[in-house]
């Protein structure tokens, strides 16, 4: 039976969103500009990959972009945040290579709420939660 991996789709996908977003702006930004007032801003992330790859930093400039040029308040993550088997202790090296040095960076140190997927439980679901 072929292995189906919508992994590398999903990041492709995400990173084509982000990409088409940037390549919008212009100096005055259209999309920007409907944003009320009131509105607030957030960024979603699933599946974000791990040991720091070119596509994972890639997916997390343009999330930097986006949360600067939208005044983005948090981040929620929907959950498999790290493959293959999620963190064994909240001092597990997944934390600086998957996490730290990709998406803590620029204007993304905003507050995260995390959802925990089926690969976070396969190691220990409550490290995340500590973290």
């Given amino acids: 039976m ?5 992994y590398p789709g999903l990041l492709f996908t995400c990173l084509s969103l982000l990409l088409y977003i940037s390549s919008c702006q212009k100096k005055t930004n259209p999309a920007a500009e ?3 007032t009131d509105s ?3 960024l979603v992330i699933g599946d974000w990959g791990k040991d720091g790859t070119e596509m994972q ?3 997390a400039s343009q999330m930097n972009k986006y ?3 939208f005044n983005a308040k948090f981040v929620i993550s929907t959950g498999d945040n790290f493959y293959p088997a999620g963190v064994k ?3 597990d090296d997944h934390w600086k290579k998957s ?3 990709v998406y803590l960076k620029d204007s ?3 507050k995260w709420y995390p959802v925990l997927g089926n690969h976070d439980y396969k190691t220990d679901p409550d490290a995340e939660i500590r973290y």
Avoid: G
């Avoid at 072929?2 to 919508?6: E, F, M, T, V, W």
């Fill in 2 to 6: 072929k292995k189906n991996n919508l």
């Fill in 34 to 36: 409907i944003i009320k």
């Fill in 40 to 42: 607030i801003t957030f």
């Fill in 57 to 59: 930093n890639n997916v």
């Fill in 67 to 69: 949360a600067k040029l």
């Fill in 89 to 91: 202790d909240v001092s």
């Fill in 99 to 101: 996490f730290e040095d």
């Fill in 108 to 110: 993304l140190p905003l």
